[in-house]
């Protein structure tokens, strides 16, 4: 069956950086968009970045040039790459495909957390 694994996550003061790692196992990878989302406690989960099976990448305003969203279809992994942080993007982060593509069964995520 499919599996995601979510890693990278961790404990960074504000203005610092994160690279977070998303491995899909059990499926095609590279014919599939995929997405970070993130859920903040008390918080609905949302979609903060995509890219496509070509590329193309699309971002939500609160993260929109702070947050790179890339992959590499050799090893089946999304990247995101977390920059200029804040107390704000405190959450755990998960990898998905975009919801009109239909989700693979949820990852364990990973924690995120920006404070001094």
């Known amino acids: 069956q499919v599996q995601v694994v979510e890693s990278g996550g961790g404990l960074v003061q504000p203005g610092g950086s994160l690279r977070l790692s998303c491995v899909v196992s059990?499926?095609?990878?590279?014919?599939?968009?995929m997405g970070w989302y993130r859920q903040a406690p008390g918080k609905q989960r949302e979609l903060v970045a995509r890219?496509?099976?070509?590329?193309?990448?699309n971002y939500s305003d609160s993260v929109k040039g702070r947050f790179t969203i890339s992959r590499d279809n050799a090893k089946n992994t999304v990247y995101l790459q977390m920059n200029s942080l804040k107390p704000e993007d405190t959450a755990v982060y998960y990898c998905?495909?975009?919801?009109?593509?239909?989700?693979?069964?949820w990852g364990q995520g990973t924690q995120v957390t920006v404070s001094s």
């Open positions: 998905n495909r975009p919801p009109e593509q239909g989700y693979d069964a």
């Open positions: 059990g499926r095609i990878f590279i014919i599939y968009s």
């Open positions: 890219i496509t099976s070509r590329g193309f990448t």
